[in-house]
Structures are given as structure tokens and as C-alpha cells.
């Protein structure tokens, strides 16, 4: 059965926030903003989110506790203070941690969960709105109903997933990714186009997704010569962030999968970005998965005007440069935390132990 859902309304291009004070007014009296501790204020977005509530005469408060990976603590900590101050709605602002952090905030709010329920999957239908500006091309959680966590008594990061965690607006304005660094821009972009390719590979994949992560594949691949100069139009990165937040609605419907499952231990142990982690090991996750489906790997690479998986790599190795090394035994640790996870089974192929340590041995021994 096709099923597509994804009800956040996208609103895209330059002022974009400036130039619809109507959404946030709409939204309550008092918003709390979620963001980390330096990119929104450096790139312009918080600013203009700033000014237009005052314009609105609308009050807000700051919660920018928010770091990489946020904990499930600080999902906590930053519901409280939403309680404290009483606030009507959520606005999200920076990459992904931040938004992530703001569904967790946003749903935290308004029900009484414990820590045990957190991960259960069963929540109520309370929510604060939500109106995220994204300030990276990468994660798509301005469009997605998942927010992952560290979780430190797992020793993992991982998600909780539900419809109200849909954020209500999305703000794309690319002009907040202008002066990104070279680093930052190229994990994030790999992680929207491992999005796109683990949405292919998904048991839920279907013509709507697939669709949709076909356009979002070509896109970042018209910018793999620019990203290798690291010299990005504006263009360049409109067509990052729009193909990023095509991935974004690719995996709210088909989930991702091995590759998100097996990044989290290289994120979580080795302190790998989130987007290099799947970099790292897409290339030979696709030749797990051509093994068994080479028409479908083929496919994927004729978006990226590729001929097999060894021209795919070489472009990654470029990207990420030089790659961490990891033991036997931290992979044969990252597999027993690796196979359990729903993403595994959610793989068109889905890998046995086997694979998934063959996988990361032959990424980064
Ligand atoms: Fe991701």
C-alpha cells in the first residue's frame, strides 16, 4: 500500500522569515527558541527571527543549551524551561542537533513522560507548534517526524518517532549557509545524500520516495565539482538545502537504514560527525547491496552520472579526506550495538552480523 504524509508547510527563498511575520504571530503569544551556542547567532537567522517578533510585538525566550548530539538531559532540561516560561510555541534554529532538540522540547512540554517511556513509541497528541529554520543542508529534520537523541545509558544515539513531531513551518533560506565551513558543508550534505540513498534501499521505499530521492541525488550531484573546490555559489546552496530537505521527505516516510544504524557507534565512541559516519561507510554498504540488487545500485549511480561503486568511493575519500581507524574489537563491539536497531531490518537487504562487520572493517580498516 502507498502511504505519503508529511504535513509541514515549506516555505523557501531569500527573507523568507522577514517576509512572513503572519507565521509566527499566528503561533501565540510567547515562543521559546531552541538553538546551540553560536551558529544562529553568527549566520543572521537568529536576528531575524528576533527582529520579526518584536515587530509582532511578541515576547520570547532563549533555550541555547543545545550540543551536538543532544542528550536525552538536555531534552529535559529544555522542557522545563519551556514550562517555567510558559511559552505558546517552539521555533527550532541551526543544523540538526538543535532541531532535533526542539521536537524532543516540543513534545516533552506538554506531556509527562519518563525517562523508561521515552523510546517506547507511545505518546500522546499534545504538542507545542513548531517553526524551524534550518542552518545546514544536511540532517532534513524540518520536514521529518523523528528526533534522535544520545543516549548514554545505550552507549547510542537513537530516535523517537511520531506524527506530532512534524514541525508545523519550515524556513529554507540558504543565505544562513553562506559562510559554512568546509567541513560542516561537506558532512551535511553527505548525510542528506546518504538520506536519499538509504530512503532507495528502504523496504519502504516507494514510487513517491523514490521520486523524490531521485531528484534529491542529482541535485547534490551537480555540486560534487564545486564541493571538491569548495567554491559554492549561492545557487550551489539553494540547491543543497532544497535537495537536503527532499531527503528529509524521503526518509519521513521510508525510515533509513544499515548505514544510519552502523554511523551511530562511529558517532557515538569515536565522536565521528553524524554525516561523516555515513559517509565512510556508504560506498561499501552499496556494494553489500549490489551484490544482492545490482540493478538498483546502478540506478542510484546513474543519478551521480556514476559507473560503480569504486568511482562513488573515490569521490567520498576526496571529501572526507583522510579517514579514522578503527580495532576488530570496536567493530566486533559496534556490530552486537549495530544489529538490534529497527534501521537493520528496514534494509532492502537486510544484513546479517556477518555483513555489518564486514562493512565497517572494509570502510575504515
Ligand atoms: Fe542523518
Same mark, same amino acid.
Given at each position: ?47 531575524? !527571527?528576533?527582529? %520579526? ?5 511578541? @515576547? ?5 543549551? #543545545?550540543?551536538? =548530539? *543532544? ?114 558543508? !561537506?558532512?551535511? %550534505? ?5 538520506? @536519499? ?5 528502504? #523496504?519502504?521505499? =516507494? *514510487? ?134 529497527? =534501521? ?22
Amino acid at each position: 500500500m502507498l502511504q505519503y504524509f508529511m504535513p509541514t508547510r515549506v516555505i523557501m527563498g531569500e527573507d523568507s522569515i522577514k517576509k512572513n511575520p503572519s507565521v509566527f504571530s499566528e503561533m501565540g503569544k510567547k515562543a521559546l527558541i531552541v538553538t546551540g551556542k553560536s551558529s544562529a547567532k553568527k549566520n543572521g537567522s537568529l536576528d531575524d !527571527v528576533i527582529e %520579526v517578533l518584536s515587530k509582532n510585538g511578541q @515576547s520570547w525566550s532563549i533555550y541555547d543549551k #543545545v550540543m551536538s =548530539n *543532544p542528550t536525552v538531559e538536555c531534552v529535559y532540561e529544555g522542557a522545563s524551561h519551556a514550562r517555567a516560561e510558559e511559552v505558546d510555541y517552539v521555533i527550532g534554529i541551526g543544523g540538526g542537533s538543535p532541531m532535533d532538540a526542539a521536537k524532543a522540547i516540543a513534545m516533552l512540554a506538554c506531556q509527562d513522560i519518563t525517562e523508561d517511556q521515552l523510546f517506547s513509541g507511545n505518546y500522546g497528541k499534545e504538542v507545542l507548534p513548531m517553526i524551524f529554520v534550518p542552518t545546514t543542508a544536511g540532517t532534513g529534520s524540518e520536514v521529518t517526524s523523528a528526533s534522535v537523541l544520545t543516549h548514554h545509558k545505550q552507549k547510542t544515539k537513537i530516535g523517537i518517532s511520531s506524527p506530532v513531531l512534524f514541525p508545523d513551518v519550515a524556513f529554507l533560506d540558504a543565505k544562513y549557509m553562506d559562510d559554512l565551513p568546509r567541513d560542516v558543508t !561537506v558532512n551535511t %550534505v553527505i548525510d542528506a545524500l546518504s538520506h @536519499s540513498v538509504e530512503g532507495m534501499l528502504s #523496504v519502504r521505499a =516507494n *514510487p513517491l520516495t523514490d521520486a523524490l530521492a531521485s531528484v534529491s541525488i542529482r541535485m547534490i550531484a551537480s555540486c560534487f565539482e564545486a564541493l571538491k573546490k569548495f567554491d559554492l555559489s549561492r545557487k550551489d546552496r539553494e540547491n543543497l538545502l532544497y535537495a537536503s530537505t527532499l531527503a528529509g521527505m524521503v526518509i519521513s516516510s521510508t525510515g533509513t537504514v544499515a548505514v544510519h544504524a552502523m554511523g551511530y557507534s562511529l558517532t557515538y565512541f569515536k565522536n565521528m560527525d553524524h554525516g561523516r559516519a555515513n559517509g565512510v561507510l556508504l560506498a561499501e554498504f552499496l556494494r553489500f547491496i549490489e551484490e544482492h540488487l545490482p540493478d538498483k545500485v546502478e540506478q542510484i549511480l546513474s543519478y551521480m552520472g556514476m559507473k560503480n561503486v569504486d568511482e562513488f568511493k573515490d569521490l567520498l575519500d576526496e571529501l572526507l579526506g583522510l579517514k579514522e581507524e578503527i580495532t576488530l574489537d570496536e567493530i566486533n563491539m559496534y556490530t552486537e550495538i549495530t544489529m538490534p536497531k529497527h =534501521n537493520i531490518k528496514n534494509t532492502i537487504v537486510e544484513p546479517k552480523k556477518e555483513d555489518i562487520f564486514n562493512i565497517y572493517k572494509s570502510s575504515l580498516c
